[in-house]
T-cell receptor
């Protein structure tokens, strides 16, 4: 079955430290990949997306992600975390087809220590 | 530019009551969907629609009904609320095609007592 795995449920990093959130997808074909962020009590906001081409994509708020086909991964990174980055992060995948639905990972909650 | 609008933002229901969660989008998107979000479970698809007059079930459809009479609106009906339906509900819309993102509403926090 098609699925998305975010192995880390909760990550805590110090402000100013680097961040990497992991995402793996299950299907063999190259999917369309997304990272969303959800601040407490808010809806989901798109951080970045990958469809094709350059495997390193830049997003908003200083985030980037790298698509690695050999590892079926699309990890999210940020060189220096800010306290305002504390939120929940969701990786999502669209495998194509007529349904048009994204499949979401279970999310990674990020806490930032001062 | 409203995007996806959900109402209400908060709702408390008694077990057995029915209600409708409203969702409207002004982007002329073909795809609309409803998700529920529960702690540790991520977002799970309830129902979705690929266009006006066409709906289908997602991963967790039991206890919910949908209809899509117009492109803009996609209401979610709870037929007889149960405590297990306590959750945060998100509506999303998306343009047809793979290289498009989903836009989300702000969510409806529903508590069933």
């Amino acid at each position: 079955a098609q699925s998305v795995t975010q192995p880390d449920i909760h990550i805590t990093v110090s402000e100013g430290a680097s961040l990497e959130l992991r995402c793996n997808y299950s299907y063999g074909a190259t999917p369309y990949l997304f990272w969303y962020v959800q601040s407490p009590g808010q809806g989901l906001q798109l951080l970045l997306k990958y469809f094709s081409g350059d495997t390193l994509v830049q997003g908003i708020k200083g985030f980037e992600a790298e698509f690695k086909r050999s590892q079926s991964s699309f990890n999210l990174r940020k060189p220096s975390v800010h306290w305002s980055d504390a939120a929940e992060y969701f990786c999502a995948v669209f495998y194509g087809g007529s349904q048009g639905n994204l499949i979401f990972g279970k999310g990674t909650k990020l806490s930032v220590k001062p | 530019n409203a995007g996806v609008t959900q109402t209400p933002k908060f709702q408390v229901l008694k077990t057995g009551q029915s209600m409708t969660l409203q969702c409207a989008q002004d982007m002329n998107h073909e795809y609309m969907s409803w998700y529920r979000q529960d702690p540790g479970m991520g977002l799970r698809l309830i129902h979705y629609s690929v266009g006006a007059g066409i709906t289908d079930q997602g991963e967790v459809p039991n206890g919910y009904n949908v209809s899509r009479s117009t492109t803009e609106d996609f209401p979610l009906r709870l037929l007889s609320a149960a405590p297990s339906q306590t959750s945060v509900y998100f509506c999303a819309s998306r343009r047809q095609g793979g290289n498009t993102e989903a836009f989300f509403g702000q969510g409806t926090r529903l508590t069933v007592v």
